[in-house]
């Protein structure tokens, strides 16, 4: 198993471009997130999906858009990005709830 | 609303000495407790994981954590640091379906 993937891992954006981190898990996990990590402030949940068809926001979802499409994939869309929005992003699944969460390798975006 | 809290921004442990990382929570209902760590650059691994029973838990590379409901706390341990040791520890809570709430981070150094 690959696990969970994440593409690109750098990517360098001009204000107000758009764009698509992807996302992929092997492991038929149902639940999926997408977090943030900012020096001193750890990871915050932007988006999260139950299944497939199902998602909601986390804790900072502005600027962001998910769709689920499939058990596998959970692409994050940003639409229209701001130099509040360079961060590192992780993408995670877990089998159910309550169930661990395994992380992606990270995107480090920067946007000037 | 769930939180997290770990104390300390950065701790430095001679190379074979005691650790421990501290992790203080609030949460309504009995929580979902896990402790996980990131390499520099790296994505994050699950260290343990506390749902139920037994409060003192086993994780990988020689850790424990104890689960003290009375202090809100799950302080993470390990008798005897090694150089590789040295890294981000992130304390989380469940917070409810699939969504976890992270502290803010305590970076390891290890000095030799």
């Known amino acids: 198993n690959a696990g969970v993937t994440q593409t690109p891992k750098f990517q360098v954006l001009k204000t107000g471009q758009s764009m698509t981190l992807q996302c992929a898990q092997d492991?038929?996990?149902?639940?999926m997130s997408w977090y943030r990590q900012d020096p001193g402030m750890g990871l915050r949940l932007i988006h999260y999906?139950?299944?497939?068809?199902?998602?909601d926001q986390g804790e900072v979802p502005n600027g962001y858009n998910v769709s689920r499409s499939t058990t596998e994939d959970f692409p994050l869309r940003l639409l229209s990005a701001a130099p509040s929005q360079t961060s590192v992003y992780f993408c995670?699944?877990?089998?159910?709830?309550?169930?661990?969460?395994?992380f992606g390798p990270g995107t480090r975006l920067t946007v000037t | 609303a769930q939180s997290v809290t770990q104390p300390d921004i950065h701790i430095t442990v001679s190379e074979g000495a005691s650790l421990e990382l501290r992790c203080n929570y609030s949460?309504?209902?009995?929580?979902?407790l896990f402790w996980y760590v990131q390499s520099p650059g790296q994505g994050l691994q699950l260290l343990l994981k506390y749902f139920s029973g037994d409060t003192l838990v086993q994780g990988i590379k020689g850790f424990e954590a104890e689960f003290k409901r009375s202090q809100s706390s799950f302080n993470l341990r390990k008798p005897s640091v090694h150089w590789s040791d040295a890294a981000e520890y992130f304390c989380?809570?469940?917070?409810?379906?699939?969504?976890?709430?992270f502290g803010a981070g305590t970076i390891l150094r290890v000095k030799s």
């Open positions: 949460y309504g209902a009995t929580p979902y």
């Open positions: 995670a699944s877990s089998r159910d709830r309550g169930h661990e969460q395994y």
């Open positions: 989380a809570v469940g917070a409810g379906g699939n969504k976890l709430v």
């Open positions: 492991m038929n996990h149902e639940y």
């Open positions: 999906s139950v299944g497939a068809g199902i998602t």
